[in-house]
C-alpha cells in the first residue's frame, strides 16, 4: 500500500480532507527532521530547505539553533497544498551526520561517537522520523 493510498483511507475515515493531512504530515515530518538535526554552530539546522516540485540548488545561508527557527517556518509557507515538496541540505557533511561516517580514530571529537555517529543524532535526523509516517498521518486524520 502506497504512503497516498494510506492518507486517503485514513482521511476518509475521519471524514477529514486528503490535502489538510497530507500537508500536516509534510510539515510535522520536516520540522521533526529540522528538530532532529544536531546543532553545533547552527548551519547544518539551517541549510534544511523546503521547495515545491524541485530541489533546493543553492545553499540558504543561514543558521537555524533553536527549534523552530527560519528553516521550520519555511516548511509551514511552502507546504500549503497537494504537491510534491522538497526537504534538501545540501551542506557537504549532512550524508556523514545522517550516515555516521565520521569514522574512527583522529577525526572523532567530543561530538562524535566513536561508532561514526554524532553524540546529538546517534540514529541520523531523517530515516528516524520517516519510520513515523504512519503515526503522523493518523494524528493528522484525527484532528
Known amino acids: ?35 532532529a538535526t544536531p ?9 534544511w530547505q523546503t521547495t515545491k516540485k524541485s530541489k533546493a540548488t543553492a545553499l540558504a545561508n543561514r543558521k537555524q539553533i533553536k527549534n523552530f527557527g527560519p528553516s521550520s517556518q519555511q516548511a509551514k509557507k ?26 574512527k580514530g583522529p577525526g572523532v571529537t567530543e561530538k562524535t561517537a566513536g561508532t561514526g555517529f554524532s553524540i546529538q543524532a546517534p540514529r541520523g535526523m ?11 498521518v493518523k494524528r493528522e486524520a484525527a484532528k
Do not use: C, W
Request: glycine residues 8%; proline residues 2%.
Open 126 to 136: 531523517i530515516r528516524i522520523n520517516v519510520k513515523r509516517i504512519k503515526r503522523l
Open 1 to 35: 500500500m502506497s504512503f497516498a493510498s494510506d492518507v486517503e483511507r485514513i482521511a476518509g475515515k475521519m471524514e477529514t480532507s486528503v490535502e489538510k493531512v497530507a500537508a500536516g504530515v509534510f510539515i510535522k515530518l520536516f520540522q521533526s527532521v529540522i528538530q
Open 39 to 47: 546543532v553545533d554552530t547552527g548551519r547544518l539546522r539551517g541549510e
Open 78 to 103: 511552502v507546504i500549503n497544498d497537494p504537491d510534491v515538496y522538497y526537504l534538501t541540505n545540501l551542506m557537504p557533511y549532512a550524508h556523514t551526520v545522517e550516515y555516521g561516517k565520521y569514522g
